[in-house]
């Protein structure tokens, strides 16, 4: 169904373009696939699938483990309201220190994650995303029409805020679903399900070749997805 | 730049009374429909930026009607249907289809056969003419249950076979992948049916009576 390209832009303090990548992405991940499988189900049959959030943690399809995230409830979300109430992270295009073994099966960019929240700990810092911007700066608001089919296109522009040259190996498109914890009991007996926000990549993509992103330099990674008519 | 590979194939298979195989024609499939690309946008959106959007989506489902995916401030024309965000986009079972469907031609997701070209399929809300379940009768849909990773890719199969059970023979000149959908509503009303893909069949091809049609969609998601 479903093709993507990519593309990678640098530009320098002064804004002069330094480095253009763009090629046709390589990898949906099973990640993705299984929950997207579990999308054609209802609660009480969808299959059992283990899914894992860009940091590794698992997750389940239906509710008999926990954290359960049933039957894969708004699987495409990159709302930034939502994900700052729940989470520091940043949709929707994360960017790792290194190439990923095999890209199918990674659950995130791979080497050190570098770009993917508004915190301070990471070198970058997101650029141009903010409520202000027409879809938040993120995405096409409607998808456009194109030669090659249904286009929608998912950015994200990242400027380096630390002092040190940063390397960029792969990337990955991070959507998020909520998922519910497990039950706790505390002094008021036991109570409703945490609500858990879960990060998860569902493509992930190796740079031909690493890009270097000096200090103040600024990248602007896009995935276009295309639905073929 | 090179085309991306693109992966949605299209089989038809038709058999016999005695289920001998009698025509298989096997072509890409051209055309997600605009509905569906609408409404995968609006499900990257809770429902507290719909609103902050300003943004209202606007969708059809396969009997033609508009239904508005408003956010959590809906100003929708009045009487109509909406939603306040999408939440699921491929419901393929035929449980909690909402009843405005089981008086339609066909009321459950599927492979849905019609009898009509559509003009345009890329902007059709369904097959065109949609054929009665009383003339063919469907099998259930089959849909994928685990993921399958081939040399091309993530491989996704839905499939669905309608038997001529009329005396007369059928023309099918178009179809639709339906699926349904939904997302939080004001109130409970189910599964709503869309159509992803359409596709004309050409030449239209002509089932007789007692024979039956399978339709196939692979879709492939690169790896």
Not at chain 2, 34 to 56: D, P, R
Not at chain 2, 60 to 86: K, W
């Amino acid at each position: 169904m479903l093709a993507a390209k990519y593309r990678v832009e640098v530009r320098d303090k002064e804004g002069k373009l330094v480095t253009v990548l763009e090629d046709d992405s390589k990898s949906f991940t099973i990640n993705f696939i299984n929950l997207l499988i579990a999308s054609h189900y209802n609660q009480n049959d969808v299959p059992i699938f283990v899914a894992y959030n860009v940091f590794g943690s698992p997750f389940y399809t239906g509710t008999a483990k926990v954290p359960y995230v049933g039957v894969s409830w708004q699987m495409f979300n990159i709302d930034p309201v939502l994900w700052y109430f729940y989470s520091r992270a940043v949709p929707a295009i994360w960017l790792g220190t290194s190439p990923c073994a095999n890209p199918a099966v990674a659950n995130g960019p791979c080497g050190s994650l570098v770009a993917c929240c508004n915190l301070r700990n990471f070198p970058f810092s997101p650029y141009n995303v903010g409520p202000s911007a027409l879809c938040y700066g993120l995405a096409s608001c409607s998808p456009s029409f194109t030669e090659e089919g249904w286009a929608i296109t998912i950015s994200n522009r990242w400027l380096n805020m630390s002092s040190s040259p940063v390397t960029i190996a792969s990337m990955a498109l991070v959507f998020a679903v909520f998922a519910f914890g497990p039950a706790e009991t505390n002094y008021y007996g036991p109570q409703l399900l945490a609500r858990m926000f879960e990060p998860f990549a569902a493509i992930v993509d190796n740079l031909p070749s690493p890009v270097t992103v000096w200090p103040g330099f600024l990248i602007t990674v896009s995935y276009t997805i295309y639905f073929p008519v | 730049m090179p085309k991306p590979k693109v992966g949605v194939t299209l089989r038809i298979e038709v058999r016999d009374d005695k289920g001998r195989v009698v025509k298989v024609i096997e072509t890409p499939s051209r055309s997600f429909t605009q509905n569906f690309a609408t409404l995968l946008v609006a499900s990257m959106w809770s429902e507290y930026s719909i609103s902050g959007l300003k943004n209202i989506y606007t969708f059809y489902d396969v009997t033609g009607s508009p239904i508005y995916v408003v956010g959590l401030t809906p100003s929708p024309p009045s009487g109509s249907l909406y939603l306040y965000d999408v939440g699921i986009l491929f419901y393929s079972e035929p449980q909690g289809i909402a009843s405005q469907y089981q008086s339609y031609t066909i009321y459950m997701p599927g492979i849905w056969p019609g009898s009509s070209f559509c003009p345009d399929p890329k902007y059709a809300y369904g097959p065109c003419s949609p054929i009665s379940t009383n003339v063919l009768s469907p099998t259930l849909f089959s849909f994928p249950s685990s993921p399958y990773l081939t040399a091309s890719g993530w491989q996704m199969t839905y499939s669905q076979t309608w038997t001529n059970v009329t005396g007369s023979p059928v023309v099918v000149s178009s179809l639709a992948l339906v699926f349904g959908m939904t997302g939080d509503m004001p109130s409970p009303v189910g599964y709503l049916l869309y159509a992803a893909i359409v596709d004309n069949v050409t030449p239209a091809i002509v089932i007789n009576p007692k024979y039956s049609i399978t339709f196939t969609y692979t879709l492939l998601y690169a790896v």
